[in-house]
């Protein structure tokens, strides 16, 4: 049954559509749905009959039970054809009803008419077109995403239950959220040492903390398929003498002095190169250890490679293109503050954050409107390179002078010299590394740039002291190992020697020759360049890590105590004067951080431990230079906000890792191996390795296309592609990235008119507005009422007493400020429709 409003609705459809013509009814489609009984009538049949009278047997008819007596079904026809019929095996509600309208009828309908509009007709009326169906979909979500709160019963319990399991799912995401950002490490130290010394200083900790878990990766290479499997299941310490140490050695081998510069017991090590067997296999699980080795030398700085790039990708990719100058100080004044705040100490660092991040703005405002005199400052910009690289020239000379120096004392007996003979070179390099940043610092006040430009070139150079330094040290460390070799090749001599002599000399034929057995630690051995390059390095790290704590603590922390308790009994202001608190090196710090890892990279090789003190000496440095920081250190007087992707850092990176290798590449492919010591000894070359294991363990169809496939025929123009197609994408990227450009002029070009247009229309709404008001004010007017009485008001409002009311809706067009009403048909106004 239709109620009153339904029943005044079908009404009022057919009344509009009583005139139609036969050619518009056929584009009408008709369906209505039918209820089938399959046994009996669903009326209840009521019978009279005595209290003791029963029912005959073939008068009565059994009932189903559960339902399933019935059927329903839905169809749907028009003029041309005959559309679907569907069972319905549910209750038909207003969720079933609109389901089968968004499913059924609307492609039947532009199936039928596919160029003209067409119209359904249905128990309730259902207009065809497309929006009116995206409307029917749209309303099915509805109902099914809040039926239960709709309906009654068990509907509205199982409603409010899923309501209950979705607000707990959600208090669950949120809470797992936060619990990873409270995983990440040092992520509130972070945030604190950002609030208080800007973005500048907290993008180091945040290449720091990246360094740190790529160095653990590196560590966990490292230790699980190198150092623990030699452990265990190699021979133990004293088998052999590459695990012995020397007899000449054993009495200071467990001496401080000897440990501190990783010789004796830790020379004979798992720490070291040397110390490796070259056994193919080793332990009842068989393990390649030679190949291990090599393939964990070549994985650690691939994975580098990948990681690095990457990296710089999600950087550049985060960067994005967006203009972030318009309404700046807008935005931060209105939309910095965090009102979910409820912890005082919070507060103060969101307090501190803010007005950090207001003098990032200011100076980036005042860099870009700064006048300079172009002359004097190109002329104090040449003067300060050319001091910066006298200094490089002065330090690389430096460098060089000590190497050669400490070679002669090395020829001479190093046991002959003191400690800092003997640690001469990684002294001198630490001091040059801690001392001509400083000098470069105070060079680039001439040159007047802006922070982050300055903090560039401040990098810059640096990185040229570090690398100039580093090279002129290992161009050093390659005579040395020149030296080594030569002296191997004597060592071969007198090891021939001194085999010969084990035997019992000249014997008859039928007799049998033995040899007398030799402690490990009394044969003699050669000199293993590839360990003492790996103990240069490891002394470097070490060295260069006391010395950078030994600043920090005496530079800032005593400083600061001095400055601190001093200031009151001195004559000026110690504070604001001489030598007043420390600013952070961001430049310095980093490019320490990355010729740390470059080393690590350089002589991992040969000193599989050096991972393991880069992570050791990461993790202290976080936490001390946090510390530091926060209570010796003050914020720099020129704040600047620092670029938010970082990749300056990483191209660094980048270029320290391609650096790195190269030695590390030409020791390996061109030196050869010692002869007793390492996994590789007894090879030619260290990557015979590869060879080896092919030949024995795979087929040998694989052996013969891995050789064609190393062939420089095939390597030589495979390279030439990559480098093409590097090219290629280098130049699409920059397509691109002009595109984008242009694209982002367009639109702040478009922003701009806009916002003229904005203004025009706001100005022009605004004299409309005071014409109107003046209108009101001036437009009193006289007319005659009809008694014939002269009077003189304002004219009465519009909505007069026989004239209808406006309608109201999409029909009608609103009215705004600047946009006049469209002039149309006024209608009479009778002498009677005044109101008094």
């Given at each position: 049954?239709?109620?009153?409003?339904?029943?005044?609705?079908?009404?009022q459809?057919?009344h509009?559509?009583?005139?139609?013509?036969?050619?518009?009814?056929?584009?009408?489609?008709?369906?209505?749905?039918?209820?089938?009984?399959?046994?009996?009538?669903?009326?209840?049949?009521?019978?009279?009959?005595?209290?003791?009278?029963?029912?005959?047997?073939?008068?009565?008819?059994?009932?189903?039970?559960?339902?399933?007596?019935?059927?329903?079904?839905?169809?749907?026809?028009?003029?041309e054809?005959?559309?679907?019929?569907?069972?319905?095996?549910?209750?038909?509600?207003?969720?079933?009803?609109?389901?089968?309208?968004?499913?059924?009828?609307?492609?039947?309908?532009?199936?039928?008419?596919?160029?003209?509009?067409?119209?359904?007709?249905?128990?309730?009326?259902?207009?065809?077109?497309?929006?009116?169906?995206?409307?029917?979909?749209?309303?099915?979500?509805?109902?099914?995403?809040?039926?239960?709160?709709?309906?009654?019963?068990?509907?509205?319990?199982?409603?409010?239950?899923?309501?209950?399991?979705m607000?707990?799912?959600?208090?669950?995401?949120?809470?797992?959220?936060?619990?990873?950002?409270?995983?990440?490490?040092?992520?509130?130290?972070?945030?604190?040492?950002?609030?208080h010394?800007?973005?500048?200083?907290?993008?180091?900790?945040i290449f720091?903390?990246?360094?740190?878990?790529?160095?653990?990766?590196?560590?966990?290479?490292t230790?699980?398929?190198?150092?623990?499997?030699?452990?265990?299941?190699?021979?133990?310490?004293?088998?052999?003498?590459?695990?012995?140490?020397?007899?000449?050695?054993?009495?200071?081998?467990?001496?401080?002095?000897?440990?501190w510069?990783?010789?004796?017991?830790?020379?004979?090590s798992?720490?070291?190169?040397?110390?490796?067997?070259n056994?193919?296999?080793?332990?009842?699980?068989?393990?390649?250890?030679?190949?291990?080795?090599?393939?964990v030398?070549?994985?650690?700085v691939?994975?580098?490679?990948?990681?690095?790039i990457?990296?710089?990708?999600?950087?550049?990719?985060?960067?994005?293109?967006?203009?972030?100058?318009?309404?700046?100080?807008?935005?931060?004044?209105?939309?910095?503050?965090d009102?979910?705040i409820?912890?005082?100490?919070?507060?103060?660092?969101?307090?501190?954050?803010?007005?950090?991040?207001f003098?990032?703005?200011?100076?980036?405002?005042?860099?870009?409107?700064?006048d300079?005199?172009?002359?004097?400052?190109?002329?104090?910009?040449?003067?300060?390179?050319?001091?910066?690289?006298?200094?490089?020239?002065?330090?690389?000379?430096?460098?060089?002078?000590?190497v050669?120096?400490?070679?002669?004392?090395?020829?001479?007996?190093?046991?002959?010299?003191?400690?800092?003979?003997?640690?001469?070179?990684?002294?001198?390099?630490?001091?040059?590394?801690?001392?001509?940043?400083?000098?470069?610092?105070?060079?680039?006040?001439?040159?007047?740039?802006?922070?982050?430009?300055?903090?560039?070139?401040?990098?810059?150079?640096?990185?040229?002291?570090?690398?100039?330094?580093?090279?002129?040290?290992?161009?050093?460390?390659?005579?040395?190992?020149?030296?080594?070799?030569?002296?191997?090749?004597?060592?071969?001599?007198?090891?021939?020697?001194?085999?010969?002599?084990?035997?019992?000399?000249?014997?008859?034929?039928?007799?049998?020759?033995?040899?007398?057995?030799?402690?490990?630690?009394?044969?003699?051995?050669?000199?293993?360049?590839?360990?003492?390059?790996?103990?240069?390095?490891?002394r470097?790290?070490?060295?260069?890590?006391?010395?950078?704590?030994i600043?920090?603590?005496?530079?800032?922390?005593?400083?600061?105590?001095?400055?601190?308790?001093?200031?009151?009994?001195?004559?000026?202001?110690?504070?604001?004067?001489?030598?007043?608190?420390?600013?952070?090196?961001?430049?310095?710090?980093?490019?320490?951080?990355i010729?740390?890892q470059?080393?690590?990279?350089?002589?991992?090789?040969?000193?599989?431990?050096?991972?393991?003190?880069?992570?050791?000496?990461?993790?202290?440095?976080?936490?001390?230079?946090?510390?530091?920081?926060?209570?010796?250190?003050?914020?720099?007087?020129?704040?600047?906000k620092?670029?938010?992707?970082?990749?300056?850092?990483?191209?660094?990176?980048?270029?320290?890792?391609?650096?790195?290798?190269?030695?590390?590449?030409?020791?390996?492919?061109?030196?050869?191996?010692?002869?007793?010591?390492?996994?590789?000894?007894?090879?030619?070359?260290?990557?015979?390795?590869?060879?080896?294991?092919?030949?024995?363990?795979?087929?040998?169809?694989?052996?013969?296309?891995?050789?064609?496939?190393?062939?420089?025929?095939?390597?030589?123009?495979?390279?030439?592609?990559?480098?093409?197609?590097?090219?290629?994408?280098?130049?699409?990227?920059?397509?691109?990235?002009?595109?984008n450009?242009?694209?982002?002029?367009?639109?702040?070009?478009?922003?701009?008119?806009?916002?003229?247009?904005?203004?025009?229309?706001?100005?022009?709404?605004?004299?409309?507005?005071?014409?109107?008001?003046?209108?009101?004010?001036?437009?009193?007017?006289?007319?005659?009422?009809?008694?014939?009485?002269?009077?003189?008001?304002?004219?009465?409002?519009?909505?007069?007493?026989?004239?209808?009311?406006?309608?109201?809706?999409?029909?009608?067009?609103?009215?705004?400020?600047?946009n006049?009403?469209?002039?149309?048909?006024?209608?009479?106004?009778?002498?009677?429709?005044?109101?008094?």
């Amino acid at each position: 049954m239709l109620t009153l409003f339904y029943h005044r609705k079908h009404l009022q459809w057919g009344h509009e559509r009583q005139n139609w013509t036969m050619e518009q009814w056929k584009k009408v489609a008709w369906s209505d749905e039918s209820h089938f009984l399959l046994d009996h009538v669903d009326d209840w049949v009521c019978v009279c009959h005595l209290p003791a009278e029963e029912m005959a047997a073939g008068c009565t008819m059994g009932r189903r039970q559960a339902g399933r007596g019935s059927v329903m079904l839905w169809a749907m026809f028009c003029w041309e054809t005959l559309g679907p019929g569907i069972y319905v095996d549910v209750t038909l509600t207003h969720t079933t009803y609109l389901k089968i309208a968004a499913d059924h009828v609307h492609p039947f309908m532009c199936t039928v008419c596919k160029n003209s509009s067409c119209l359904g007709v249905s128990g309730s009326l259902i207009p065809a077109d497309a929006e009116s169906f995206r409307c029917f979909r749209e309303s099915q979500e509805f109902v099914e995403k809040y039926e239960g709160a709709l309906g009654k019963g068990k509907g509205r319990k199982l409603y409010a239950y899923k309501v209950m399991m979705m607000k707990k799912w959600m208090k669950f995401q949120r809470d797992f959220e936060n619990f990873r950002t409270a995983c990440i490490p040092w992520e509130m130290k972070i945030k604190e040492i950002e609030s208080h010394f800007g973005s500048s200083v907290a993008s180091y900790f945040i290449f720091l903390r990246w360094m740190y878990g790529m160095n653990m990766i590196l560590f966990g290479l490292t230790f699980g398929l190198v150092m623990v499997p030699e452990a265990l299941m190699g021979r133990p310490y004293g088998s052999m003498p590459r695990k012995t140490v020397p007899r000449s050695e054993q009495a200071g081998a467990m001496d401080f002095a000897v440990l501190w510069d990783f010789g004796g017991y830790a020379q004979y090590s798992v720490l070291f190169y040397g110390y490796y067997n070259n056994q193919r296999a080793i332990g009842w699980l068989k393990f390649r250890m030679p190949l291990s080795y090599f393939l964990v030398g070549v994985g650690t700085v691939a994975y580098s490679y990948m990681v690095v790039i990457r990296t710089m990708a999600r950087n550049a990719n985060r960067d994005g293109g967006g203009d972030d100058t318009s309404f700046n100080f807008s935005w931060k004044m209105f939309t910095s503050w965090d009102y979910l705040i409820g912890n005082p100490e919070t507060a103060d660092n969101k307090f501190a954050s803010i007005t950090t991040s207001f003098k990032e703005s200011i100076v980036e405002e005042q860099e870009s409107h700064k006048d300079e005199n172009i002359h004097l400052t190109r002329f104090l910009r040449v003067l300060a390179n050319f001091l910066v690289l006298c200094c490089l020239a002065g330090s690389g000379y430096l460098i060089y002078f000590v190497v050669r120096r400490s070679q002669k004392f090395a020829l001479e007996g190093l046991e002959n010299y003191g400690w800092w003979e003997r640690n001469e070179v990684n002294m001198v390099m630490s001091l040059l590394g801690m001392f001509c940043p400083m000098l470069f610092d105070v060079i680039s006040s001439l040159e007047n740039y802006h922070p982050r430009i300055a903090l560039q070139w401040q990098l810059g150079r640096i990185f040229a002291l570090f690398l100039g330094n580093l090279y002129t040290f290992i161009i050093a460390l390659m005579d040395e190992i020149n030296l080594k070799r030569r002296e191997e090749e004597v060592v071969k001599y007198n090891m021939t020697v001194w085999q010969a002599s084990l035997y019992n000399g000249t014997v008859d034929d039928n007799s049998t020759t033995s040899t007398i057995p030799v402690d490990p630690a009394d044969v003699p051995r050669g000199p293993c360049w590839e360990t003492m390059v790996g103990q240069e390095f490891v002394r470097l790290i070490v060295s260069d890590t006391m010395t950078t704590y030994i600043t920090l603590l005496i530079g800032d922390f005593l400083r600061a105590v001095f400055v601190r308790f001093f200031n009151y009994c001195w004559c000026w202001d110690l504070e604001y004067g001489f030598p007043s608190y420390s600013e952070f090196d961001v430049s310095g710090n980093v490019l320490g951080l990355i010729f740390n890892q470059g080393m690590i990279w350089m002589g991992a090789f040969y000193a599989p431990c050096l991972p393991a003190l880069n992570v050791l000496r990461l993790h202290v440095s976080m936490y001390l230079q946090c510390w530091a920081v926060m209570c010796c250190n003050v914020p720099q007087e020129r704040v600047f906000k620092a670029s938010g992707s970082n990749n300056f850092y990483m191209a660094m990176l980048l270029v320290i890792l391609f650096l790195s290798t190269l030695p590390a590449i030409y020791t390996i492919v061109s030196i050869p191996p010692s002869f007793d010591c390492g996994p590789f000894s007894g090879k030619k070359r260290m990557y015979d390795v590869i060879q080896e294991t092919l030949e024995n363990d795979f087929p040998l169809w694989f052996g013969k296309v891995f050789s064609y496939a190393s062939n420089p025929g095939l390597v030589l123009p495979f390279i030439l592609v990559m480098i093409l197609a590097i090219y290629y994408l280098q130049s699409t990227s920059k397509t691109y990235k002009a595109a984008n450009m242009d694209l982002k002029k367009k639109l702040q070009t478009q922003n701009e008119e806009n916002k003229k247009k904005n203004k025009r229309a706001a100005l022009k709404a605004e004299a409309e507005l005071e014409e109107a008001r003046n209108a009101v004010m001036d437009g009193e007017r006289n007319y005659i009422h009809p008694n014939g009485q002269l009077l003189s008001r304002i004219p009465p409002p519009c909505g007069s007493a026989d004239r209808p009311p406006a309608p109201r809706g999409s029909e009608m067009a609103g009215y705004l400020p600047g946009n006049p009403r469209q002039p149309g048909p006024r209608r009479q106004r009778s002498t009677n429709s005044h109101r008094y």
